[in-house]
Every structure is written in C-alpha cells, then in structure tokens.
C-alpha cells in the first residue's frame, strides 16, 4: 500500500519504520526540520514496564501551580470551555475500577513496547544509549503501602520486580545519597533506560536505506478521503516565514491509500476537520539533562521517586532528570516551579553528580507538550473516516510505548492479530 504517515516524533518515526519493514511504500510528513525535535526532544529515558504504575493515590489530582504539594497535575490557569470536562473525564479515569483497567492495558503496551523495543535494537545494530534495571524509591513507610495495589496488578500480569530493603536499593546503586531517607525501593528488571532521540535519528537512518520518504518542512493542511479507498494530503510548505510565502500559490495535494496521522499535539485540528473530534489536551512536561561532574556519584542506569513522580536516569555521559504534569503552562515557557522540583529530587538522591556551572557547565533545560488523553492510553487504530488511522495520545508515556504501538498499528492494518488486546486503546471509544 501507499502509506503517509503525519509526525516524525518518535512515534510517527517508529509507525513508519514499522511499515516500511512490512512492504509499504511510506512517506513522512513532518512540519520541522529534521525527527523528534517537539514531544520527543529531551524526554525522559526510561521505558522500563511498570515505572507508569499508579504508585501514589495524589497522581489523578489537581494542584494549583503554587502550592508546594506533591503529586497531581499543577494548573497554571483557570480551565477554559471544554478543558472543564477533559479534566472532568480525566479525574472520573482516576476511580480505583477505571484506573485499574487503564493500567492494566498500559502495563501490557509498555511490555511489549519494551520487548520490541530490544528486537529493533539488536537486530539492526542500532548504536544508542541504554541500560537495563530501574529502581523505584520509597522515601517512607506509607509510600510502600500505597503501592501495593500496583505490585499485585504487576504480579498478576507478570511483570517482572523485586522488592528490595534500603540497604540492597543502595548496594545497587551507590551513589545514592546516605541522608536522604530511604525505605526501601522496587526493582524493575529488564531494558529499563534508553536514549530516545538517539534511538530516532538511527532508526530514521534504518527506514530510509528500506525506501521510506521523509518530507521535512511540510505541514499537513488537510485530510480528504476519497471514497473508501483513498485519501488526499493537502502539502504545504513551512521553511519559510509565514509573512515571506506567496498567498497565491496553491498547496499541493498528494493521494495515498491510507494516513496513520501521529502528529501528537497538532493532531486535533486535522481530525477536527474530519469531523473526528479527539479528546486530546496538551499536558507540559519538563525535563534538565546535564553532563556528569563526578560518575561514581551519578546513577548506574535510572531510579523513580514516587513522592515527586521525577525520574533520574544515566544516559551515557550524561543525567536526565524528567518529570512535572502541567495543564495550561504557555507552550515552549519554561515552569519555574516544576524545574525547582526536578533540582530538587536530583539534589535530594545525587548531590554533586552533574555540572551546574562553572566552565565545564552544560544543562539544558527543556519543557515539551505532550498530547494526552483523558484516560491515559493512546489512540491507536483505524476511525470511522476510511483511510483514517491513528496512533496518537500517549502522553507522558509516548517513548514507553512508541515501539510496541507502532507494531500494533502496523499488524492491525495489514490485517493481522497483534500480539496482544487492545480493545482499551480502540480510537471507537471516543466515537472516532
């Protein structure tokens, strides 16, 4: 089949990879220059199957930016129109029977995801920066017991863990720091840290030495089936400054069999048009990577804090600290807020373990917006619009799932079984 595929984020760069290993002719359209430079940036490393489990009873709710509270997503402003009933639906999905199923299927994505994930790498000899082992960090009692119920729903879908004492959390990693108390923590095994960016820029690279088209600098302007076995893409180019372009030259239209649109964030408004109204908001999360001062005291591969829900993470020389769930933040403005508790969590576990300033000081500080669904599993599958098809809305979870969703899509449009059931990611239960 021709295939287009909207976004080369890792998971529009992925979707195409995946396609074009089945045979299908692809081409990319991407409204940047080159892959991964919006969502999938600077965002965090891990994709360790279980580190998006429900650890704490404060993830579904709503903070105000300025309180000092952990937990939840933080509100910069106050709702506007139909954010109040995203974020209706989204704290309904928080209720302990909905949560549950929801993390159940999520679980299941991030697993597979992760197993495809290693098959890629080995297979085509792809060169990124990984390791194997996460530990989840329990700062007190209390922090344990409210994750019992995801280590019985991680037990019963088998998910690999170990529990582990204070002293074996830290006979793991040593560098953590000896005055932060520490409980004792959840070992998380298997491929648990992977360069994201890295793994696109390869996996690009693989996809076009197999015939797949990249369009860089091209906006999708519109959707148009064409009865039931084709669609038109209305192209138009975005290297120039709006201001510079001829108003009167007439975008150019290109027909395929089908479009996977994977274009996150800039998704709602081509499916809008479409009359395809999906549920996505934009949820901002942050993320400082810095190179290391001193590698005895930096992690040997990543660990998670549940009370700050902030993961830090070893990407070769180098530490990324990611975390923050922001509603309403302005789009490419840094949160103050959130960047102090990222700082915060890496000064609380590996004081010392990166350069701040000085001569030798690189950090970079980052924030991306991430689209998100108000039940937090992604929109993967065809629509009710022929040639329509979706793998979008995976929100902080995008690199956790990008690989074992883009097979799925793949394996669903050729027709085959995935290999696993994923009636809970269906786009038919928000009627698209």
Known sequence: MRLAVVGAGVVGTTTAFELTL??????VFERRSTVAEEASFATGAIVAAGWTAPWSPTERSLRMSWTSRSGGMRLHRLPRGGEWRWLWHWLQAGRHERQTESHRQM??????????LLSITEDHALDHDRSEGMLVLWRDPREAEQARPALQQMKELGIGFRELSAEQARALEPALNPETPLHGAIELTGEAVANCREFVLSIRTRAQQLGCRFEFN?????I?????????LRLASTSAPASRRTPHVPAETERFDAVIVCAGAHSAPLLHSLGLRAPLQNVQSHSISAAL??????PLSAVFDTRHGVSIARL?????????CDFGHRPGRLSRSTLRRLYGALNDWFPGAVRLGGPHGSVQEWQGAQATVPDGLPLLGTTRVPGVWLNLGHGR???SMACGSARAVADQLAGRDTDMELSGCSPRRYDL
């Open 293 to 298: 001062r001193e590698p005895l005291d930096a």
């Open 22 to 27: 089945d045979g299908h002719e692809v081409t």
């Open 316 to 324: 070769g020389q180098r530490i990324r600290v990611a975390g923050g």
């Open 107 to 116: 679980h299941q994505l991030v697993r597979y995801n992760q197993e495809r």
């Open 397 to 399: 979870a995008g690199w």
């Open 224 to 232: 148009k089936p064409c009865g039931s076995t084709a669609v038109d």
């Open 218 to 222: 091209t906006r999708v302007e519109s």
